[in-house]
């Protein structure tokens, strides 16, 4: 039975114990773990970068999916592969050549991914989508965990699902923001291939069992 791959963001856990959310993750269902770098500036939000990342890397196994919610992220991507990342996202949003910016990202052996606001139109990605590993929704604004779920949400993943199987691509399409355990099976069922979650997990009373509730339905 096909499954939604589950990449929990860290970014409601508690950053004065993070090595106990690994352990937690480290024996949990998740597939990945999403990590939210925010720069004040995309962003009015700041959290954490490369020197984090770097220590995080030693406490898991599990597949690193960095969002970058920061201005001219390609200044950064040399960085952020040495430190371990295998899945980097930028947003759409800070990109004047985005197709460079792909093709750096994938040079370094990573996967490229791309990363679109509420408000930005699935169709701007028409002719770069066969080249993407990754398509990330936001369904909140970006910047902070706890938003309500944006409704279009579901829309936009019909749209980008029909674009993907236009070009016979394999991209991924990740939700990211407000999901939980009533809207995980509806996403999926959508399209959705990956769901990011963070305050519905870390403020579960059993984080375990709420990425089991995500996963398996
Ligand atoms: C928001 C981040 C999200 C956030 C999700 O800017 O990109 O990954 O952590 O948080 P929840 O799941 O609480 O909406
Ligand atoms: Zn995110």
Redesign the pocket.
């Known amino acids: 039975m096909k499954t939604p791959i589950i990449s929990p ?1 860290i970014l409601s856990a508690d950053f004065a114990n993070l090595e106990k959310s690994f352990k937690m993750l480290n024996q949990s269902d998740a597939d990945w773990v ?1 990590l ?1 770098v925010m720069d004040g500036n995309f962003v009015p939000n700041i959290s954490f970068g490369m020197p984090v990342i770097k220590s995080l890397r030693k406490l898991t196994d599990k597949v690193f999916d960095a ?1 970058l919610m920061i201005e001219q992220p390609e200044r950064y991507i040399h960085n952020f592969n040495l430190v371990g990342v295998d899945i980097l996202t930028v947003h759409y949003e800070t990109q004047i050549h985005l197709n460079r910016t792909v093709d750096l990202i994938k040079k370094t052996g990573m996967k490229a991914g791309v990363a679109l606001n509420p408000h930005t139109p699935v169709s701007l990605l028409k002719d770069i989508v066969s080249e993407l590993d990754l398509v990330l929704i936001m369904s909140v604004n970006p910047g902070y965990s706890g938003q309500k779920f944006i409704e279009h949400t579901y829309q936009k993943i019909a749209e980008v699902k029909n674009m993907i199987e236009a070009h016979n691509s394999k991209t991924l399409i990740e939700i ?1 923001g407000g999901v939980n355990d009533v809207n995980a099976p509806k996403l999926f069922a959508a399209g959705a291939d990956v769901l ?1 979650a963070a305050s519905y997990i870390f403020n579960h009373d059993n984080p375990i069992k709420a990425i089991r509730n995500l996963k398996y339905f």
Request: hydrophobic content about 15%; glycine content about 0%; charged content about 35%.
């Open positions: 963001s999403h939210d969002h990211d990011v």
